[in-house]
């Protein structure tokens, strides 16, 4: 039998992305101007990854700068991250994703030591980690996708991407024709294409199983 694997975003998916960030931010500029930053955030954050040539390190805190801080607080968000804790549904949806025979990847925008005490916050392994820092390219490009499927030989019949972002993961992975599941945590509407959409992880191992099932 094949191996089934999933591959997931980890920032905004298995860890609170806009609870960390938003925390640095309200420190760093006042809680009232905490919820548009965080907005802005986003958009300049992803015109300082284009070129891939920055650690994610330093996109951190080149985008807290182009924001306003000043060195010191710019330091302050790659600090944080670290401590950034997983929703609370992640570790039992994916110990049970394990349990039920899925192979687990997570394809990041990250550095590698970041990574590391974000799964260690998690509590369950995974068969594959791909960082950015480590390809030289950041999604939404198609590099992370092209990586896992060389270094692992998956079937794309027997893969599914699970993430957050529409724009980082969701939108490419419809335009390389990948299975994927949306979590959409705050009840987004959006016309991407997407083979499921969830509120969260409780429900994600059943839901692999369905999508594998079809594709058989």
């Not at 024709?177 to 499921?196: C, D, F, H, K």
Request: hydrophobic residues 40%; contains cysteine; glycine residues 6%.
């Amino acid at each position: 039998m094949q191996d089934r694997w999933a591959t997931f975003d980890c920032y905004g998916t298995l860890i609170d992305w806009d609870g960390g960030l938003r925390r640095v931010l309200s420190q760093v500029f006042g809680e009232w101007r905490a919820h548009d930053l965080l907005r802005q955030y986003h958009e300049v954050e992803s015109q300082v990854e284009q070129d891939g040539q920055l650690r994610y390190r330093e996109v951190l805190s080149e985008t807290m700068r182009r924001l306003g801080a000043g060195e010191v607080e710019a330091a302050r968000l790659p600090e944080s991250l670290p401590s950034w804790t997983p929703f609370s549904d992640v570790a039992p949806a994916l110990e049970a994703a394990r349990a039920r025979g899925w192979k687990l990847a997570i394809l990041s925008n990250t550095d590698r030591d970041f990574l590391d005490a974000s799964m260690a916050r998690i509590g369950v392994p995974f068969d594959l980690t791909i960082v950015a820092s480590e390809i030289g390219s950041y999604k939404p490009a198609h590099l992370h996708w092209e990586t896992f499927f060389a270094r692992t030989g998956a079937d794309r019949r027997a893969h599914v991407h699970v993430a957050a972002s529409l724009f980082h993961d969701i939108t490419p992975a419809a335009d390389l024709g990948l299975r994927s599941i949306w979590i959409n945590r705050i009840g987004e509407a959006s016309p991407v294409p997407r083979t499921r959409e969830l509120p969260g992880l409780s429900r994600l191992p059943e839901t692999l199983d369905a999508i594998s099932a079809k594709a058989e």
